[in-house]
């Protein structure tokens, strides 16, 4: 009878650390977490249209591009989930998005949005200013995403009211896109 009841608190405590673990990862942390140690990105970033994702859908912002693709310039899509899901970070997705007035620090399209959320790669003893030779393989077994076509087609595909055809090979040498250097190694 003892044997059994050890097994079983045993068994509760692995899945309640297994639950911690995957809460922990799935946390967004917002970019400004991502900054200070990738301010080349962040302030080229700054410059797109996928910082400024979420003011798009305001009532008379982009108003003749949303009428050219038969959108209503003077509604309010801040809650509209179909735009939500590519216009901030995390919608839809535990620690992500929720509302403007409940997580605006996660409004527009962030690092996490195409990296994964945060939580679980930035940490003192992964990628952090404390640890600056973290290896890369690391930080996706933690939860990083390395975006590919596939990420940035979630988004940019036919579904969207907006969409021209992408190429993701020539879309990744603009902007943000382009592969500004780390100043460590990985």
Same mark, same amino acid.
């Given at each position: 009878?003892?044997?059994?009841?050890?097994?079983?608190?045993?068994?509760?405590?692995?899945?309640?650390?297994?639950?911690?673990?995957?809460?922990?990862?799935?946390?967004?942390?917002?970019?400004?977490?991502?900054?200070?140690?990738?301010?080349?990105?962040?302030? =080229?970033?700054?410059?797109?249209?996928?910082?400024?994702?979420?003011?798009?859908?305001?009532?008379?912002?982009?108003?003749?591009?949303?009428?050219?693709?038969?959108?209503?310039?003077?509604?309010?899509?801040?809650?509209?989930?179909?735009?939500?899901?590519?216009? %901030?970070?995390?919608?839809?997705?535990?620690?992500?998005?929720?509302?403007?007035?409940?997580?605006?620090?996660?409004?527009? %399209?962030?690092?996490?949005?195409?990296?994964?959320?945060?939580?679980?790669?930035?940490?003192?003893?992964?990628?952090?200013?404390?640890?600056?030779?973290?290896?890369?393989?690391?930080? %996706?077994?933690?939860?990083?995403?390395v975006p590919d076509a596939q990420t940035?087609?979630?988004?940019?595909?036919?579904? =969207?009211?907006?969409?021209?055809?992408?190429?993701?090979?020539?879309?990744?040498?603009?902007?943000?896109?382009?592969?500004?250097?780390l100043k460590y190694s990985h």
């Amino acid at each position: 009878m003892h044997r059994s009841w050890r097994i079983g608190i045993t068994g509760l405590l692995v899945v309640f650390l297994l639950y911690c673990v995957a809460e922990a990862r799935a946390q967004y942390v917002n970019e400004k977490r991502c900054r200070p140690c990738h301010l080349p990105q962040a302030k =080229s970033w700054e410059l797109t249209k996928m910082a400024k994702a979420f003011d798009l859908l305001k009532p008379g912002v982009a108003a003749e591009s949303k009428r050219a693709h038969q959108l209503d310039p003077n509604k309010d899509y801040t809650h509209d989930a179909a735009c939500l899901s590519c216009h %901030v970070t995390g919608w839809g997705q535990r620690g992500g998005f929720e509302s403007i007035e409940k997580t605006p620090e996660l409004a527009g %399209v962030q690092c996490e949005a195409c990296h994964g959320p945060g939580a679980g790669y930035l940490k003192p003893n992964l990628m952090s200013l404390q640890n600056k030779e973290y290896k890369q393989a690391e930080v %996706v077994a933690a939860g990083m995403v390395v975006p590919d076509a596939q990420t940035c087609q979630a988004c940019h595909n036919p579904k =969207s009211p907006f969409y021209s055809p992408f190429d993701y090979e020539a879309r990744k040498r603009q902007g943000t896109h382009e592969h500004l250097p780390l100043k460590y190694s990985h």
